[in-house]
């Protein structure tokens, strides 16, 4: 029987912090895996728009690596500091003319984007053997989780979307997660 | 703290999905960096909701990442270029060289600068030893996070069981070289002569991974090939056994693909 082989402990956060001062790309590499999907979905809570949400997302790992070197941990979290990064880009991107001249010829297709790409991945599911998975969430919790963590839906968005008080949103989405966490 | 009400409450989840606001988000940070426990469950919510968003083809684009490392590898390299062709050049004027109490004055100068020179190799010496150590560290540190973080790695996190339910842990398969790895989140300190042990089941039958050390390392266990329906952990004698012994199972997660 092989013998294990012990390697040092440290958390993703430090890792992150120490390759950013560093001046090591892994930096971007470990902030995509780990936090991509929320910074992305803080992006799409401003920008209601797929193409330059995406577009915002890549100029914010490059602004995190011109930035690195400069993050003070004393001051906030890595994460609360990543997710400001995307907030202050997604509203600079809102005042550019590109976004202007989207929301204007194509307004009603970007209004519904977010419920069409998350229907268009549902088709994929279906196609593939994760649907067997996702299929045991049930609809209402995986709309859920789809409002909150893929669609940019804020916490008074999602009551009023769901027709639900707002202090209900945060144990729905308790339960929602911890299905999800039996499955996933 | 009541550790309960607070992870009950969702907070942790809105946390995650990147929507509370800032002043929220600091003080659920402050908690996490205060208590290990809110820690872990932050990062076995992102764990599933990453896992299920992978899995379903939520996840942001991998093209994003390429570009930004492409663009940043480029910044890098012309910002290199830049400065190698700013920096000054050094030259001497031989004319101020004639007068012999130069000569004298260049020559004390000389072996002060020898003295000063033998100080300085000395300390950049030590500088270079203490680097070297600190590139090995790093060299260690980079392979357990290429375990970690691999896209090749698939990452099934084991909860507890009965027997333990607060218990947890995760196990990282390297899809190409199928290599096994765990890291314990929270697991008992096994009885003496005890150790805890990593089983696939497969068509009803355990199949022996390998046991592992009581501690918080990442550890390679061994090479397994082959699908499986769930991972289990189940405490054995030191060294392992034959069987598993299911009513000592402490952890169970079931396969991701």
């Known amino acids: ?184 | 703290m009541d550790f309960k009400a607070y992870i009950e409450s969702g907070v942790l989840e809105l946390y995650v999905s990147g929507l509370l606001s800032e002043t929220e988000a600091q003080q659920v940070e402050e908690y996490a960096a205060k208590y290990p426990e809110i820690h872990q469950e932050i990062d076995a919510i992102r764990s599933s909701v990453n896992n299920y968003a992978r899995n379903s083809g939520r996840a942001p684009s991998a093209s994003i990442l390429n570009n930004a490392l492409s663009q940043i590898r480029q910044d890098s390299s012309t910002e290199s270029e830049v400065n190698q062709a700013n920096e000054p050049q050094t030259t001497i004027d031989h004319q101020t060289m004639g007068r012999d109490w130069y000569k004298i004055a260049a020559s004390i100068a000389l072996l002060i600068s020898v003295g000063i020179n033998g100080y300085f190799f000395n300390e950049l010496q030590s500088a270079q030893n203490e680097q070297a150590d600190a590139n090995q560290q790093i060299a260690t540190l980079s392979n357990q996070l290429d375990v970690v973080t691999s896209v090749v790695n698939m990452e099934i996190p084991l909860y507890g069981l009965d027997v333990s339910p607060k218990s947890h842990a995760t196990v990282y398969i390297n899809e190409q070289t199928r290599d096994v790895y765990i890291k314990i989140g929270d697991l008992p300190v096994p009885p003496s002569g005890h150790q805890y042990q990593l089983w696939a089941d497969r068509d009803g039958h355990m199949h022996n991974i390998g046991v592992f050390h009581h501690n918080k390392s990442l550890q390679h266990l061994t090479v397994f090939d082959g699908d499986f329906e769930s991972l289990n952990v189940t405490l054995e004698e030191e060294g392992g056994s034959e069987t598993a012994t299911v009513e000592r199972a402490y952890l169970s997660g079931k396969a991701t693909s």
Not at chain 1, 42 to 47: A, D, L, Q
Request: charged share 25%.
């Open chain 1, 1 to 184: 029987m092989p013998q294990p082989v012990p390697l040092l402990s440290i958390s993703v956060e430090d890792q992150i912090v120490r390759y950013l001062r560093a001046k090591n790309d892994r930096a971007i590499e470990l902030i995509f895996e780990h936090y991509s999907i929320a910074m992305m979905n803080k992006i799409r809570s401003v920008v209601k728009n797929e193409a330059i949400a995406e577009d915002v997302l890549q100029k914010v790992l490059v602004k995190i690596w011109e930035k690195g070197d400069t993050y003070d941990a004393s001051k906030a979290g890595l994460y609360t500091w990543l997710i400001r990064i995307c907030k202050n880009a997604a509203i600079d991107a809102t005042r550019g003319k590109d976004y202007l001249r989207s929301m204007k010829s194509e307004s009603v297709d970007n209004f519904v984007f977010n419920g069409e790409a998350i229907h268009q991945k549902s088709v994929q599911e279906r196609n593939s053997g994760v649907w067997e998975s996702v299929g045991q969430l049930p609809d209402s919790q995986r709309s859920l989780i789809d409002m909150a963590y893929f669609q940019g839906y804020t916490q008074k968005e999602i009551s009023h979307e769901l027709n639900i008080p707002l202090g209900t949103v945060k144990t729905r989405m308790r339960k929602a997660i911890s299905t999800l966490r039996r499955i996933f």
